[in-house]
């Protein structure tokens, strides 16, 4: 099969398409034919690596595997079931995540049965069904923290963005009123996938005036902790998806306040959480927010427009085309 490895840490170049064999389902497992995957934070991080502590988990000097394959989330059809797997058939369109141990810009992967994975909706196209489970299972924990409610307002920062695009619709979803911000040139996606407002962040400082929110959720790490706090109602809640040590550790001194709450830290994807949102995707409540697709050999390209921090929702990786 055809796969993009990365031997050594790097720019988007030390991608290379490589054939390597076809892997192998064990018997809690199914193995899928993979037609889509997308490119995400997670990838251009470890890639690089961003921050120094990823280092910690894959390789001091070098990725551990001499062979690792990036990719989080995958769209495809299952080829085979393991002897002990009972959920799954040959066949069944399925789309997942696969955490830590990535591996989805592959032609195939084997995943266990029962982590995050489901049935790709019948109207949900492969591309369509790999841009989704990123943002939304990261959103979808983040607003579950924060204990959204009908009728709370939201602002969320970075709305354009992979994060951004999926915590609006679900906050949507949720009953909240949503405030988004990014640039003028994604006012109108932002408006279509059912924001009520629309801040452009390069002509006007939301932190300047006087509305308060419920909640703030910050998704790109890119506001000022202090302006974003003075903006929160009484109790009101700060979501950092993508805090740093000093975010975090002054979330844990606000906290001990008990005059607002922070949140942050790492969203993990559960199993239950894949099937709420395919579930919400069946409905029509989550809709894919594509920006580019690339084919397996155009991964570098892929990578670059990726973390140049201005995507709009998600990339996809188009890794064989529908029969
Ligand atoms: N904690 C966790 O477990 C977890 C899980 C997943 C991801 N994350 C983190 O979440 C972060 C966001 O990921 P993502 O994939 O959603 O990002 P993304 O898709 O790359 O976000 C890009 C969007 O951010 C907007 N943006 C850029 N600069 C901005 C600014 N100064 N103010 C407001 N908006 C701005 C851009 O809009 P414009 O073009 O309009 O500027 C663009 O549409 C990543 O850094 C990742 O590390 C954390």
Redesign the pocket.
Known sequence: MKAAVFKKYGPPEVLQIEELSKPAPKKDQILIRNYAASV???DW?LRKPDPFAVRLVFGLFNPRKSKQILGVVFAGIVEQAGKKTTGFKPGDRVFGMTGMAMGTYAEYVCVAENGPIALIPHHISFNEAASIP??AT?SLHFLRKANIQKGQSILI??A?????TAAIQLAKYFGAEVTA???L??KDLVMAIGADHHID?TIEDFTSGSKKYDIIFE????LSFAKSIKCLKAKGILIL??AGISETLRGILTNISAKYKVIS???VEKPEEIRYIQNLMANGHLKPVIDKIYSLGEIADAHRY?ES????GNVVIEIRKPE
């Not at 354009?160 to 951004?164: D, F, I, N, P, T």
């Open positions: 995400n934070s997670a991080r990123f943002g990261a920062y970075g354009s963005g992979a994060l951004g911000v990014c640039s040139s994604n962040y998704t790109v790490n890119k998806g993508s830290g790492m969203a990726a921090g201005h995507k709009k």
